[in-house]
């Protein structure tokens, strides 16, 4: 018998039951799973990647509307914090959020308010480029619930599997009595 650690809980367990993923070619190491840690472990490891990518689009967006190199130390501490949820106040920070606002979100918001910020930037004058940021990100901050609604009534808009027949007619019914009214107020 022979016990091996998995790499996600470090609970050991007899290696025969383990899911082994060997990486390399020359110097191959190899990992083992249990079944449900494995699962979980690949599940995170979408997420991230998901969440890598989102981070990427949500990068590009804010170089270009700045029109920065890059975004600092400073401006990726804000985005960061939004991210997972904490936001400092005082100097400290404190969870605001259950759960933080995800890249793709943020970008949404942003994308939403695009002519807010165009006459922000436009019609202000900020000192430094770290100012503009910051003064357009409390904006955005301000600006994801209404997003969030937005979202959550097309999701419910676009989730509706099939629609009941009675629904339709009773709706095709009052659309007649609706049609039928509003001409006879032209006559
Ligand atoms: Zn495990």
Same mark, same amino acid.
């Given at each position: 018998m022979m016990l091996v650690k998995c790499f996600k809980c470090k609970e050991k =367990?007899?290696?025969?039951?383990?899911? #082994?993923?060997?990486? *390399? %070619?020359? %110097?191959?190491?190899?990992?083992?799973?249990? !079944? *449900? #840690?494995? &699962?979980?472990? $690949?599940? @995170?490891? @979408?997420?991230?990647?998901k969440d890598l990518k989102e981070l990427d689009q949500l990068y590009k967006f804010l170089i270009k509307l700045h029109s920065i190199e890059l975004l600092d130390g400073r401006m990726m501490e804000?985005?960061? &914090?939004?991210?997972? *949820? =904490?936001? +400092? $106040?005082?100097? %400290? +920070?404190?969870?605001?959020?259950? !759960? *933080?606002? =995800?890249?793709s979100l943020m970008l949404d918001t942003y994308k939403f308010m695009n002519e807010r910020i165009d006459s922000i930037i436009n019609s202000m004058k900020f000192q430094t480029k770290w100012n503009e940021f910051s003064y357009i990100f409390g904006t955005m901050v301000n600006n994801i619930n209404t997003i969030k609604q937005i979202e959550k009534l097309t999701d419910e808009v676009n989730q509706k599997p099939t629609i009941n027949k009675e629904t339709v007619d009773i709706v095709v019914k009052k659309n007649n009595k609706k049609d039928a009214l509003d001409i006879s107020a032209f006559l």
């Open positions: =367990s007899e290696k025969e039951t383990m899911i #082994c993923i060997e990486k *390399g %070619k020359e %110097k191959i190491t190899r990992k083992y799973f249990h !079944q *449900g #840690c494995y &699962d979980e472990f $690949v599940q @995170e490891q @979408e997420l991230k990647e804000k985005i960061q &914090d939004l991210r997972n *949820g =904490s936001i +400092k $106040v005082n100097n %400290k +920070k404190m969870k605001k959020y259950k !759960q *933080g606002i =995800s890249y």
